[in-house]
């Protein structure tokens, strides 16, 4: 299907300074930015350069490179379950649609995180455009969230504590939910499966007995199943909860990720190995769930 | 003789009264690979120093080796070693951050708790098995 632009695409890249552009840029890895963009320099160079003009097709350029990008990146990923009648929404709360192609569409949020500044006092604020990029799949809707800096500080001269940010995943996930048309998808099926399987172990697991939640952290990173089957067999009868799993065959390169499998939530907290990313990953979860 | 013998020998040494027939049962459900001196004080059911007495006997005899393991800020192992200069300078921990999502951060291994267990002795390892 061709490539559908909107008339907000441009209008919120345009909209936007070029710091904002480079802030956004930044987010990618710098493989795929020198790839695309510049062959050389640093990330935060070619970012600058890449978000420096206004133009309309270079805007355009940048936008194509977030969308196809977005699954290289460290990552949120919330799934819903639909029974067919899911749509890919116009816009999300303060954000707008920036490209659509039919079964994804790439929108970009407005957030802003308030700072203050240390010695000397000193309040201030700091702006971002947020990739967010939904995806419509034959049964389940992905919604994935770029993870933005950490490093709130890394942008500001002097030390920074943030106090707080005008928009979260949770906000805009509300705003998703409202029409009642997706929930939550359980994917303890699909985790249990590729678990079974040895395609994955967990080095964290959170899980819910009758009476209690339960985590069990396993020292030095080892993988639960590995060191101890027994206790594997015990808790895999339990709904899981907020875990970190580790790869095994066929997704070495995707390292350890977390996952809510019970809230349908997967996170991909580092950058991948180059040119890898966790769709086949999260491919083999939902054809298994 | 075996580690287990000598393991029981260094308990002897500080328990004069011997070891009844459960605490030996229960020291034998121990995970020979990781020992923590509570394992050993709350079977015997004496104080940490004697416990700890009781699994340095047992270093000095060969039949375990001590080790230190370094913990992430939530308790989680991390790392471990032989001595504590041989801990590796930077530990991978997760935590969770403002909204419960999980996260990873590199920390140095001076700024984390230690804190020691023993190991059957690895190298007599098959004698053990063998015996218990």
């Known amino acids: ?289 | 003789m075996s580690l287990f013998d000598k393991f029981f020998r260094a308990i002897s040494s500080v328990l004069p009264s011997g070891l009844g027939t459960k605490e030996t049962e229960l020291l034998l459900k121990l995970d020979p690979h990781k020992v923590y001196v509570e394992n050993v004080r709350s079977i015997l059911g004496v104080s940490h120093r004697e416990a700890v007495r009781i699994l340095e006997t047992a270093v000095r005899q060969g039949a375990f080796t001590r080790l230190v393991e370094v913990q992430c800020p939530d308790g989680t192992v991390a790392a471990s070693a032989e001595r504590e200069e041989d801990l590796p300078p930077m530990v991978h921990c997760w935590y969770e951050d403002d909204e419960g999502h999980l996260e990873e951060t590199n920390i140095n291994s001076q700024l984390l708790r230690k804190s020691t267990f023993y190991r059957i002795n690895e190298r007599q390892r098959d004698t053990f098995q063998r015996t218990a």
Not at chain 1, 133 to 158: A, P
Not at chain 1, 276 to 288: H, K, N, V, W
Request: contains cysteine; proline residues 3%; charged residues 25%.
């Open chain 1, 1 to 289: 299907m061709a490539t559908r632009w909107y008339d907000c695409a441009v209008s919120i890249l345009k909209k936007s300074s070029a710091d904002l552009r480079q802030r956004l840029l930044e987010l990618f890895p710098a493989t795929n930015l020198r790839r695309t963009f510049v062959s050389g320099g640093t990330k935060e160079k070619v970012s600058r350069t890449a978000a420096s003009s206004s133009d309309t097709k270079q805007l355009g350029a940048v936008a194509d490179f977030i969308d196809k990008n977005v699954p290289f990146c460290k990552q949120h990923v919330y799934v819903f379950s639909h029974d067919g009648d899911a749509v890919l929404p116009l816009s999300i709360t303060n954000g707008e649609m920036v490209k659509s192609d039919g079964d994804h569409a790439l929108y970009l949020a407005r957030i802003e995180y308030t700072v203050v500044q240390l010695d000397p006092l000193k309040y201030s604020s700091i702006d971002f455009l947020w990739p967010v990029r939904i995806e419509l799949h034959q049964n389940y809707l992905l919604v994935r969230f770029v993870v933005l800096e950490k490093s709130i500080g890394s942008y500001f001269e002097k030390e920074v504590v943030v106090r707080g940010k005008s928009l979260s995943e949770e906000t805009i996930m509300g705003g998703l939910l409202v029409d009642g048309t997706i929930s939550r998808a359980d994917l303890n099926k699909g985790f249990k499966a590729l678990w079974h399987r040895d395609r994955i172990d967990a080095t964290r697991i959170r899980y819910k007995e009758p009476e209690a939640t339960v985590t069990r952290t396993m020292d030095e990173e080892k993988g639960l199943k590995q060191t101890n089957p027994e206790k594997y067999e015990e808790l895999r009868r339990f709904p899981l909860h907020q875990s970190v799993f580790i790869p095994n065959r066929g997704f070495a390169e995707v390292g350890a990720f977390t996952a809510d499998p019970t809230e349908g939530f997967i996170g991909f907290t580092r950058y991948f190995k180059e040119g890898a990313t966790g769709d086949e990953l999260i491919r083999q979860i939902l054809s298994s769930n």
